[in-house]
Structures are given as C-alpha cells and as structure tokens.
C-alpha cells in the first residue's frame, strides 16, 4: 500500500493523522479509497462538478500528478503520495 501525507490543517478529517497507508492502483483510486474511508474531506479536495480543486497539489515521490498521468498515474506499494493545499499570502 501507498503512504498517503497530509498537511497539518487537514488532519482534523483523517483522525488526526499526519501519515497512513493507503491501497490503490492509480491515484485516483487511492484518492477514493480515502474519501470512502473520510467522506468529510472531500468538498475540501474537489469541487462541486468532482473535479480536483486549484489550490490543491497532489505529489507521487516528490513529483506533481500534473507532470505524470494526472488522476491515474500508476501506484507501487512503496509510493509516497502527499496531498497538499497551495498556501497564498502577502
């Protein structure tokens, strides 16, 4: 299985977990199983249309989905997914 990170902020929908495994062959289903398992969490990452939201980032080993296959770029056992919300300010 996949160790899935999140950021601090949104451990609060996850049990407070920071770090956990998850299974999935593609991000997508990886992303899924989490909502299923934390159904409270998905408005934060996708928007009304199921689409993933902007200021959401996901990484597989430190590179962004959107240089790899996106939603269903391919998982191993031993990737590191890390969901993470852009921070803005001034």
Do not use: C
């Amino acid at each position: 299985m996949a160790t899935v990170r999140f950021p601090v902020l949104m451990k609060y929908y996850v049990d407070n977990q920071s770090e956990f495994f998850v299974s999935g062959s593609t991000v997508n289903e990886l992303i899924g199983n989490v909502l299923g398992k934390y159904p409270a969490l998905k408005p934060h990452l996708f928007d009304s249309a199921g689409v993933l939201r902007r200021h959401f980032n996901i990484f597989v080993n430190g590179v962004h989905i959107r240089d790899l296959n996106g939603m269903e770029t391919p998982l191993k056992e031993d990737d590191k997914v890390i969901l993470m919300a852009s921070a803005a300010g001034g």
